[in-house]
């Protein structure tokens, strides 16, 4: 029991260790405090904190991110409100053709969609700066999107579908582009090189592997390319790969889509 008559520097208390601990944590109270009144994103201030270099600017789904770019507007019968988010006051204008800021809005509720569907965080399936790219040029192809900053052809591969489908639908209302014009293709270094048609005797594998395919697209409500392209399929039954090392050197076949139906194939791979 503590002798109540010892004094208090008499003590074997570690004063230093006392004062570096309350240091650390009035430091970690001052992050709090700094979150909660950060104006900024609210994930990649979590992730800065933790070191991830995966951190943005904007992940469009915090409440900072949101209040940024205000509230979808709602529509009404000839007329339309916005919300004005200075106040609570709310002021008609007149109908107008859709807009850029509606395009946005409509990027933003499917990727949403997309993102619950494969239980995927938002900026997984779309960045926000690349909605807002996509929103600005508006583009109504497939290799208008490829020309859009930011847009790579894993992105398109994976997303092309119900992308273009909002895209040619905003497009069709507004009558062509309204957007600006996409940055020019730039001349390719080298033509890509061909691969040629399944001879006589790949023929039979190529066409078991196409039908695979076809089952696991329909099962995922996916069209075939976002499974494996016809080249990638052609390689898989000229190389005959027989395990997951070789089969990920065929070209089209990364880690994802290896893990996803690497052994599907490979199942049909091996009766040869």
Not at 63 to 68: G, M, S, T, Y
Not at 146 to 151: I, S
């Amino acid at each position: 029991l503590l002798d109540r008559t010892t004094p208090i520097n008499g003590l074997p208390i570690d004063w230093r260790t006392l004062d570096s601990k309350r240091e650390r944590d009035l430091r970690k109270l001052q992050k709090v405090q700094a979150y909660g009144y950060t104006e900024e994103c609210r994930r990649g201030f979590v992730l800065r904190y933790f070191g991830d270099p995966a951190a943005m600017r904007e992940c469009g789904a915090c409440d900072n991110c949101l209040r940024a770019v205000g509230r979808p507007a709602v529509a009404g019968a000839g007329a339309s409100e916005a919300v004005d988010l200075g106040t609570s006051s709310t002021r008609r204008r007149p109908s107008r053709p859709a807009r850029r800021t509606d395009l946005l809005d409509r990027l933003r509720e499917l990727r949403g969609e997309l993102a619950r569907r494969h239980d995927l965080p938002l900026f997984m399936v779309f960045p926000e700066e690349v909605l807002k790219a996509l929103a600005g040029y508006a583009p109504s192809t497939p290799e208008e999107v490829l020309r859009v900053p930011g847009v790579t052809p894993a992105l398109l591969d994976r997303w092309g579908a119900p992308l273009m489908d909002v895209l040619s639908a905003f497009s069709f209302e507004n009558g062509g582009r309204i957007g600006r014009r996409a940055p020019a293709e730039p001349a390719p270094k080298r033509a890509a090189p061909q691969v040629a048609p399944p001879t006589a005797e790949e023929a039979d594998l190529y066409g078991r592997l196409k039908a695979l395919r076809s089952k696991l697209a329909k099962e995922a409500s996916l069209p075939s390319y976002c499974i494996f392209s016809d080249k990638t399929l052609i390689e898989l039954a000229r190389r005959r790969p027989g395990d997951d090392a070789e089969m990920l050197e065929v070209p089209g076949v990364g880690p994802a889509k290896l893990e996803k139906y690497g052994e599907a194939f490979l199942e049909v791979l091996r009766e040869g």
